[in-house]
């Protein structure tokens, strides 16, 4: 079942683009997967928890997952809701509803899992403390 507005405690808003439509006349389900990366990776590097060029832990993804429950096509704006379900020693749960402006309920949910690594030996490292209080911040009762 598609989820509501109110199980996420962050927002996003994302511009459709020409280019995200297929042949169906709708957005391709791969883009959805990019959605999700450029909303929590945007808000973290917001937080100052992220350096893409510099930092010394990155965040690989291991695992991703999407429902879909209506489509969402160009020049429709997407409003993405952030949430983390689970906040391991080196690795985090995201997950994000993917909503169109002004609809309450979900056109799309899923997940991915980040391991944090050091970006020179690709080692699993503990979170960083900065980090962790940040998502913290949006952590769910499960």
Known sequence: MPETRSA???????????????????????????????????????QGVLDIHGGSTIGLVIETQCNYFASLAFPQTVEAGIRVARLG?????????????????????????????????????PLPSALRAALEKLMVPV
């Open 89 to 125: 020693n080196s690795s985090v749960r995201y997950e994000v509803g993917l909503f169109a402006q002004d609809e309450e309920n979900a056109a799309a949910q899923g997940h991915f899992v980040h391991v944090y690594v050091d970006r020179q030996t690709r080692r699993p490292v």
């Open 8 to 46: 996420y405690p962050v927002w996003r808003t994302i511009t459709t683009r020409w280019m995200d439509n297929d042949v169906y006349g709708h957005v391709n389900n791969v883009v959805y997967y990019s959605w999700f990366d450029t909303a929590v990776n945007a808000w973290l590097i917001e």
